[in-house]
């Protein structure tokens, strides 16, 4: 079984900065891709950034130069260093790990992030 743990969530000004990580432990393959997901009251869950094991990366219209996705393999962790964020972020934050061997998805239990003006 995989497990995700986040951290790294919490209240932060507008044009403040914050850095979401995410270690991943259990059986997981080689070839995989963990990305963020954000999910704001009422809405639906929507993807914010993902990076293959290869480096590889994938981000959201609304955070690219803002936001910036990476990982340590050696680790299985992922992070999101958020910068100039906006009240629009603030949402749930959970992460996400694809094993594309498996074809199994799994998910983290998610961190608060909120932006105050």
């Known amino acids: 079984q995989v497990q995700l743990v986040e951290s790294g969530g919490g209240l932060v000004q507008a044009g403040g900065s914050l850095r979401l990580s995410c270690a991943a432990s259990?059986?997981?393959?080689?070839?995989?891709?963990m990305g963020w997901y954000l999910q704001a009251p009422g809405k639906q869950r929507d993807l914010v950034a993902s990076?293959?094991?290869?480096?590889?990366?994938n981000y959201a219209d609304s955070v690219r130069g803002r936001f910036t996705i990476s990982r340590d393999n050696a680790k299985n962790t992922v992070y999101l260093q958020m910068n100039s964020l906006k009240r629009e972020d603030t949402a749930v934050y959970y992460c996400?790990?694809?094993?594309?061997?498996?074809?199994?998805?799994?998910w983290g239990r998610g961190t608060q992030v909120t932006v105050s003006s």
């Open positions: 990076i293959t094991n290869a480096g590889s990366t």
């Open positions: 259990g059986s997981i393959s080689s070839s995989n891709t």
């Open positions: 996400n790990l694809l094993d594309r061997v498996l074809l199994r998805n799994y």
